[in-house]
């Protein structure tokens, strides 16, 4: 009688158990994820009067998988117009939290007697939240309407993004066992160097393909086909020397950027949920009670630690993004729990062995404490708030108060500040794709071009081949912002700005010449005089080349195109009527809601249903399929399943969402995800195209003004009369694709 393989029975055995504990769990109303620990705990080494696992090697490369697929899953989420979305908020409020208690959890190890590796790698686990915990938390609460949550989300997403960095920087420390700033430098702009690389490739190259393939894609190709490229770039990404995991989230933020993006996430839902599923059960294998009380006054003390810091850094980094201190603490006391990347960080030490055998049972045991507390912090920020805010000096509120205020304005960009920042980027891009293309080149495709043509016409070929990659490249790095409108006002301002301005675009000549010379040399083996000599004749040509100028401008295009994605390709006007308001304009911000078939709006037009006169919020975006309508007309009829986007304050939005409830007539889908529009202010002074225009007229231009801030009045939406003046701070929700 033949007997099954142990990876099946234990397979088997995981599954089951895992069922069990996750309907009870369901039942008790707690996260998924804990269900899985304590499934693990069950079926582990711990438990012996239980069927457990014969194979935890077998095991290990399930969870391994586990890890590609989640970190697939968290790029399809991830998105890199949804990171350009989050905004400077989140930003800084990621760089306060994760460098604050990076800092304490090393403290801590030390403290503890850990070693120095495993102290870093502490604080990296201790600085990560869970986007599933909270987002749980968030929706069974009922408060993904609020605005702080749309800014708690948003830091997850570039956390998501650090998280991954951060799997790369510890992995570097870890296999040279030592600080050694000249590797960690060249292993961060490698991995720049890498992202940037890949992700310009991808976006330029990805959308199109699935755009001309997907009429013949089934879901069932569609997964094969996206597991694959998964795969695929895992295999890369490993070549390169970084890690799989890394390669996975590459390649689902790059699919996050086609059209079919939440097609792939629907096919893939199912894979990653199975096999996260066996990396979190792997998790609690881990778990072994004589450690835990052992060490269970360190998981008390890391567990205080994880409440207190992420409260007060998470607070501070949204305050210090110009947040008000209300929706900073609230945001601050959302994050306190350790969540699923600290699980893969403390993978990645056992792996490479230079983590304490006992700091994965620890980190374990303080993420399931710090989870059945999150809902408890979340409700504990506003009484916390209250008491802060009663006992904050009179000079404190009001320094505060000056903070936010000067941080929520935008004023007018300094042209040399736009200029600047827009050649930088550029330049940096254009570099990075010139120097991969140019690896590339000299790895694989010359030694295969001289394989088959050895000699002068081998190398002629190829610098040929090459030359026509890389000339779009090199002609949009020299011309890109020199023809732009900050260019030109600083080009006829004065004789010192042209000196500057000439400077820069003979910086720009110069990296395009050293990058056709040192080709030129490699490839001819020529002295250094005459490459220069050429690269400056090739480098003239490009310049003057009409034909490489269309050639770049079309790549920019398509690059364009596809990061922008298909809903940006929809005009409409807008729907406005003219009510006075004193709300701060600063609480407004959007959240999606999505039509149900049986809802009472199935069949009304905007103007009929008044959703601003009842409730004084805006539609702004109405989603229909893979169409989007911006800025929609009155006479726009509502569908089964469209999906609209609001902006309102808290209140507004929360009572439009409970009529709604009532009436069954929408679901609620949390914060905004819309990537057509978004909220945003100006300032109007001489130089705006605002100056002398009414509400009326600037309707034409696919905006909606939400309302304005004159010195010390506030008018939320005003009426088309209304003019602006200088002065005025305008928020109006406006496209990405036609800035106001």
């Known amino acids: 009688m033949s007997e099954l393989a142990p990876l099946i029975t234990d397979l088997g055995i995981i599954l089951v158990v895992a069922g069990c504990v996750m309907i009870l769990f369901k039942w008790l109303k707690q996260p998924v994820i804990l269900g899985y620990i304590v499934a693990g705990f069950i079926t582990g080494p711990s438990v012996s009067f239980l069927p457990t696992v014969s194979d935890t090697s077998d095991i290990k490369i399930w969870a391994d998988i ?25 930003m800084v409020a990621t760089v306060t939290i994760v460098c604050g208690m990076m800092f304490l959890g090393y403290v801590a190890g030390n403290m503890m007697g850990f070693s120095h590796i495993t102290s870093l790698f502490l604080g990296g686990m201790l600085s990560m939240s869970s986007t599933a915990i909270v987002f749980k938390a968030f929706n069974d609460m009922n408060l993904l309407q609020q605005k702080f949550t749309g800014i708690v989300l948003g830091i997850l997403v570039v956390e998501d993004l650090v998280g991954v960095v951060m799997l790369v920087v510890l992995s570097t420390l870890a296999a040279s066992s030592q600080f050694e700033g000249t590797a960690l430098l060249g292993s961060l702009m ?83 949920d199975l096999f996260a599923a066996v990396f979190f059960v792997s998790v609690g294998m881990m778990i072994d009670p004589a450690v835990i009380r052992d060490y269970i006054v360190p998981i008390l003390l890391l567990t205080l630690l994880v409440l207190a810091g992420q409260s007060f850094f998470g607070t501070f980094g949204v305050l210090l993004s110009g947040q008000p201190l209300k929706l900073a603490m609230k945001s601050g006391f959302s994050l306190t729990q350790v969540g699923e990347f600290a699980f893969i960080i403390a993978s990645l030490g056992v792996s490479l062995k230079v983590t304490d055998t006992h700091l994965y049972p620890i980190i374990v045991a303080v993420s399931v404490i710090t989870t059945f507390c999150t809902p408890y912090m979340i409700r504990f920020s506003e009484p916390a708030y209250r008491f802060v805010d009663r006992h904050l000096p009179v000079w404190g509120k009001q320094a505060l108060s000056r903070y936010v205020s ?74 890109k912002k020199n023809h732009s409108p900050e260019f030109r006002r600083l080009w006829a301002d004065n004789l010192v700005n042209r000196g500057a301005l000439s400077s820069l675009v003979l910086i720009k000549i110069i990296l395009c010449i050293t990058i056709v010379m040192s080709v030129v040399v490699r490839l001819f083996n020529v002295a250094s005089g005459l490459g220069l000599v050429i690269a400056l004749l090739v480098v003239a040509g490009l310049y003057f080349s009409k034909r490489i100028r269309k050639r770049s401008l079309e790549i920019e295009e398509q690059f364009e195109a596809n990061f922008q994605g298909p809903d940006e390709e929809k005009k409409s006007s807008s729907l406005f009527d003219g009510v006075g308001d004193t709300t701060s304009l600063s609480d407004l911000h959007a959240v999606d809601f999505t039509v149900q078939p049986n809802s009472v709006c199935v069949g009304k037009t905007l103007k009929t249903l008044a959703f601003r006169t009842r409730y004084r919020v805006n539609i702004i975006t109405i989603g229909r399929g893979d169409a989007v309508i911006d800025i929609p007309q009155g006479d726009e009829m509502l569908y089964p399943y469209d999906k609209i986007t609001v902006v309102g304050t808290d209140e507004d939005l929360s009572q439009f969402a409970r009529a709604l409830e009532q009436k069954e007539a929408c679901a609620g889908s949390g914060t905004s995800s ?59 929700v406006a496209s990405f694709r036609k800035p106001v």
């Open 190 to 272: 490698k991995l720049v160097s890498f992202l940037v690389f890949w992700s310009v490739l991808g976006i330029y190259l990805l959308p199109t393909l699935i755009n001309r393939i997907k009429r013949f894609v089934s879901d069932e190709i569609l997964l094969v086909v996206s597991l694959g490229l998964c795969l695929l770039m895992v295999m890369i990404a490993v070549r390169a020397g970084f890690s799989s995991a890394l390669g996975a989230f590459v390649m689902g933020s790059l699919l996050a950027e086609t059209s079919e993006s939440e097609r792939i996430s629907r096919v893939v839902q199912p894979v990653k």
């Open 66 to 90: 586990g890890v590609i697929f989640l970190l697939f899953a968290m790029g399809l989420e991830f998105s890199f117009r949804k990171l350009l979305n989050v905004g400077l908020s989140a």
């Open 674 to 732: 819309r990537k057509g529009t978004r909220i945003t202010n100006v300032c109007v002074d001489e130089h705006s195209s605002l100056l002398g225009k009414s509400v009326g007229e600037v309707k034409s231009d696919r905006a909606i003004i939400l309302g304005v801030e004159r010195g010390k009045e506030v008018v939320k939406n005003p009426s088309p009369a209304f003019v602006f003046q200088s002065g005025d701070i305008v928020w109006m």
């Open 406 to 479: 000067g941080s929520i304005s935008e004023k007018h960009q300094n042209d040399w500040h736009r200029l600047l920042r827009g050649m930088i980027v550029g330049v940096s891009v254009y570099l990075v794709l010139c120097i991969g293309v140019i690896v590339i080149f000299f790895s694989k495709i010359h030694p295969f071009i001289q394989g088959h043509l050895p000699g002068l016409q081998g190398d002629l070929l190829g610098a040929l081949i090459l030359l026509a990659v890389l000339s779009p490249l090199l002609w949009a790095m020299v011309v």
